[in-house]
């Protein structure tokens, strides 16, 4: 069902775009990128704001097409296989690639533990239950670093967590389903500094396991959490390397004027 894209084996990256372009009605605000995602890797996408960061991580788990007027051309594989391709079901996609956003958005009226399972009904009858579903919970949490603060108030609100505690919630939320990439939109945007440490020491962990693509408007950030950087502006890639390298000796004047602080 779904068509095998063949690329060269050994080289081949866990997530890949090749010539994706996204839309709002006929605006195009993604024009043509090709990129690659490794697994063990972090790959960060940084630029200004409004050049479509955000909208190029949504059209990586076809999140971006819930958008009335929203659409995308171009190929995304995951594991060679086209994600856009006919009769591939979306949902099946961001089961593999989860995904994280901005704000942190726990249930508020939902438990602890309940906003963790939450992520599990997406795998519908496959979804643990019962004693399963509490190791699940445990597991989800300790991955995001997160359960020895929760561990003795699993059935209360999340809203009662700070900011930083509910975007890590939101984090294990994605966890539980197991994917194979995750995708942070900007996690740290609204968190104070001692949480931002927090979620940044955490992806450094998560890359031991799967591919994490961040975006961030923070260079700084770029610089500490991620191995390869993307630079992206007005919808166009402008350039990507080894994250020291596109700091350090940026191939494209572009590149060169966004780094050093000219715009943004
Ligand atoms: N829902 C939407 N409808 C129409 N235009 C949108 C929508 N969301 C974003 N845009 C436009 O698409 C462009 C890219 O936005 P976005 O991907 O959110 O940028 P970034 O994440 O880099 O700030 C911007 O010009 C923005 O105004
Ligand atoms: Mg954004």
Redesign the pocket.
Known sequence: MIQPVDEDAPERPRLATRELSAF??R?R??SNVTLGFRDQEVTAII??????????LRCLNRMHET?P??SATGIVTLDGTDIYAAGVDPIAVRRHVGMVFQRPTPFPTMSIRDNVTAGLKILGRHAPRGADAEDVVEGALRHAALWDEVKDRLGESAIALSGGQQQRLCIARALAIRPQVILL?EPTASLDPLSTQKVEELVYQLKQDIAVVI?T?NMQQAARVSDRTAF?LM?DLVETAPTNTLFTAPRDPRTEAYITGRFG
Do not use: N
């Open positions: 709002f009605g605006s605000v993604v630029g200004p704001s409004g050049c479509g960061k955000s909208t190029l958008v007027g929203a939109d975006v408007h992206l919808g």
